[in-house]
């Protein structure tokens, strides 16, 4: 059976096991190297960007995951997960560390303040409709050529700048989303990874 890891150093990281769990794969929690060196694919949650990049270099994990994810480890982030994937971030702090493996460049924040947190229905390439939940959520302000768009934000009046953002993306091994589907007991973006993760071993 499949390993999962969720990275457990801030952020929704029971919800991420819940859901994994839920997709058939043995998901466990990672804050050390060595925990990293056993799974086969790793989630990392929602939380505070640049808080959890300065505990990934307190805990020895920075490197470690960098190296996994460039050589073709599976990886999903979700929300802060998509900042430190992203290759380049706008509005980010100069200690910032990202991870890489998309080819996008993300701005922080982009919905607003934990206020202007909304909700809304997404057409999820290859999953469906989602019901998408952003909290203090970054969008992709571009996509690289090889970077596989699977969602937008609907044009809408009430989605005002949001409109049209690309929220959900793919590129190779590495998935990312604006949004939290861990928080909506929706199981399915998470079987999509799962499903990476599987046809990667």
Not at 81 to 91: F, H, K, P, T
Request: one cysteine or more; glycine letters at 10%; aromatic letters at 4%.
């Amino acid at each position: 059976m499949s390993v999962v890891g969720v990275l457990a150093l801030q952020g929704d990281v029971r919800e991420h096991l819940v859901a994994l769990a839920e997709a058939d794969v043995l998901a466990r929690p990672i804050r050390r190297p060595e925990e990293l060196a056993e799974v086969d694919g790793v989630v990392l949650p929602g939380g505070e960007s640049t808080t959890i990049s300065r505990l990934l270099e307190t805990f020895d994990l920075l490197e470690p995951l960098r190296q996994r994810i460039k050589e073709g480890m599976p990886a999903y982030g979700s929300c802060a997960g998509m900042i430190l994937l992203a290759d380049q971030v706008l509005d980010g702090r100069a200690d910032q560390h990202q991870l890489g493996g998309l080819d996008i460049v993300v701005r922080r924040n982009a919905f607003g303040r934990q206020v202007d947190s909304f909700e809304a229905e997404l057409d999820f390439t290859g999953v469906g409709q989602v019901h998408a939940v952003f909290i203090r959520a970054p969008w992709v302000e571009s996509a690289g050529e090889g970077v596989e768009v699977l969602a937008r934000v609907p044009e809408s009046a009430e989605a005002g700048e949001a409109a049209g953002r690309i929220v959900a993306v793919r590129q190779g091994h590495v998935l990312a989303t604006s949004f939290h589907p861990e928080l909506t007991g929706d199981g399915r973006v998470h079987r999509l990874f799962v499903d990476m993760v599987r046809s990667a071993g």
